[in-house]
């Protein structure tokens, strides 16, 4: 999903967005929703205030485009584990939680904007429809290989999979579970909803990921 008013090409310019984009993850990570303010943030940069609307148009359009990257990024990580079905599942499950415990206050701006999204569903679709593919793919390999039973509505378990990810973020935003045991928890309902599915040799596979871990 891309949110910018326009497209600029050049590797100068390309820098530039990407420069914009971490500050805002840092800025946020520091300061919450709230405390970011563009005028903040392009000083911060070294930019006009004027350069980041006409970027982005307002704050919730440039971390929008924040969040969409950053996303991605941890998409790539996962990948690049060369982990596929089962294993990949659990992967990017570690790697997003790792990715909260390291930027809190990010994770809690996210999810509050999340839970708030009222007729303009961007935000939404960006935080929980954009890890669906992903893990949808990785559903399908662990069908095909065998590791799902054959009555398995990927679909449906994407779902239950993805849900579960925010429904976590949201015990820990709720002050329910510590932030320490994100990971271990997120890890555990994982597990729990994939062991309803999963084959014999898939159940062998879950049996690897040690809650100790």
């Known amino acids: 999903m891309n949110q ?50 006409n970027l982005y148009g307002n704050k919730d359009d440039l971390l929008l485009a924040a969040v969409d990257a950053l996303l991605v990024e941890l998409a790539q990580s996962a990948r690049a584990a060369n982990k596929e079905g089962i294993d990949a599942l659990l992967i990017l499950e570690e790697v997003s939680t790792a990715q909260i415990q390291k930027t809190p206050l990010y994770a809690d701006a996210m999810t509050r904007s999340l839970l708030r999204v009222g007729a303009d ?3 939404a679709e960006v935080l929980f429809a954009s890890s669906l ?53 997120s890890k555990r309902a994982q597990i729990m909803i994939l062991a309803n599915v999963v084959s014999s040799s898939g159940a062998a596979r879950l049996n690897k990921y040690s809650l100790e871990r």
């Open 133 to 185: 593919p992903y893990i949808t793919e990785h559903l399908k390999l662990a069908k095909a290989r065998g590791e799902l039973k054959k009555d398995t509505d990927v679909d449906n378990i994407a779902m239950h999979l993805v849900g579960q990810q925010w429904g976590t973020v949201l015990l820990w935003l709720m002050g329910l579970l510590p932030l320490k045991n994100l990971a271990i928890e």
């Open 4 to 53: 910018t008013k326009r497209i600029y090409d050049s590797p100068r310019q390309a820098a530039r967005r990407e420069a914009i984009l971490e500050c805002a993850r840092q800025s946020l990570s520091k300061l919450g929703y709230e405390g970011l303010t563009m005028r903040g943030l392009a000083r911060e940069v070294g930019v006009a205030t004027s350069t980041l609307y």
């Open 121 to 123: 569903r961007r935000l």
